[in-house]
């Protein structure tokens, strides 16, 4: 199905948040690069890679060793 294979794809890809504002990707679709920004309120994460719309994610949760981003259609789990 169109889902399963969506989360075949994200769970090989790896994001590294950076403390300055910068992130990078490295998905099968190659490498990518952008900005992040948190709310002030700390509960939506807003990425924007080169060359595309910003995404809204709002945080589920969040430890040293998982974050958890929902999308609006499905939660998304991040392992540090």
Same mark, same amino acid.
């Given at each position: 199905?169109? !889902?399963?294979? @969506?989360?075949? =794809?994200?769970? !090989?890809?790896?994001?590294? &948040?950076?403390?300055?504002?910068? &992130?990078?990707? $490295?998905?099968?679709?190659?490498?990518?690069?952008?900005?992040?920004? %948190?709310? @002030?309120?700390?509960?939506? $994460?807003?990425?924007? =890679?080169? +060359?595309? *719309? @910003?995404?809204? &994610?709002?945080? !589920?949760?969040?430890?040293?060793?998982? %974050?958890?981003?929902?999308? +609006?259609?499905?939660?998304? *789990?991040? $392992?540090?």
């Amino acid at each position: 199905s169109e !889902v399963n294979t @969506a989360w075949e =794809r994200i769970k !090989v890809m790896t994001i590294e &948040f950076k403390a300055e504002g910068t &992130f990078e990707s $490295l998905t099968p679709q190659g490498e990518q690069k952008g900005k992040w920004t %948190l709310s @002030a309120d700390n509960q939506q $994460l807003t990425t924007q =890679r080169e +060359g595309a *719309p @910003a995404r809204n &994610f709002k945080i !589920v949760k969040i430890t040293k060793d998982e %974050l958890v981003l929902d999308t +609006g259609q499905q939660q998304i *789990p991040v $392992l540090a």
